[in-house]
């Protein structure tokens, strides 16, 4: 089946097997490798993707599916050379170790701080129960969601 999609700003058109996941297009067609798969049934949120502004497990979605959307991966998340805001937090705040579960994270974190721009410790709790991290222990993602938040809320004012 023929697809177009935008990922990152820049459309791309795909001749796609109904099969195809759409982890597997970002990944191995489009070769946009930060996008992780850790489990491939939907547990661990390493695959996540923002499709039209919301978090999306991407080994959880057919590419057909995407068929029109527009798609944010980890890529795009820099803009003009420079880190998005949560990026630099994760950074600041060591919110990550091994950075396998980290573009995930962020994405999870780039759409919900959108909605929720001055969430509790329990709303970022919540956002990120889809997301597993083997090494952190979660509570340096927490920092860095709340840091990014603030700086987030002063740019906007
Ligand atoms: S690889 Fe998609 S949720 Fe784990
Ligand atoms: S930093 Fe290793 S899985 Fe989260």
Redesign the pocket.
């Known amino acids: 089946m023929k697809i177009t999609i935008t990922i990152n700003g820049e459309r791309h058109e795909a001749d796609v097997e109904p099969r195809l996941l759409l982890v597997h297009l970002i990944r191995e067609t489009l070769g946009l490798t930060g996008t992780h798969i850790g489990c491939d049934t939907t547990h661990c949120g390493a695959c996540t993707v923002i499709v039209d502004g919301r978090p999306v497990k991407s080994c959880t979605v057919f590419a057909v599916q995407a068929d029109g959307k527009s798609i944010t991966t980890v890529e795009g998340l820099e803009q003009d050379g420079k880190l998005h805001p949560l990026q630099e937090s994760f950074m600041a705040e060591h919110g990550?170790?091994?950075?396998?579960?980290?573009p995930g994270?962020l994405m999870t974190g780039v759409a919900f701080l959108k909605k929720n721009p001055s969430p509790s410790e329990a709303d970022i709790r919540w956002a990120i129960s889809g997301n597993?991290?083997?090494?952190?222990g979660y509570v340096n993602i927490v920092k860095a969601y709340q840091s990014a938040a603030a700086k987030m809320r002063e740019v906007a004012r």
């Open positions: 990550l170790q091994c950075g396998y579960c980290t994270m597993l991290c083997r090494c952190t």
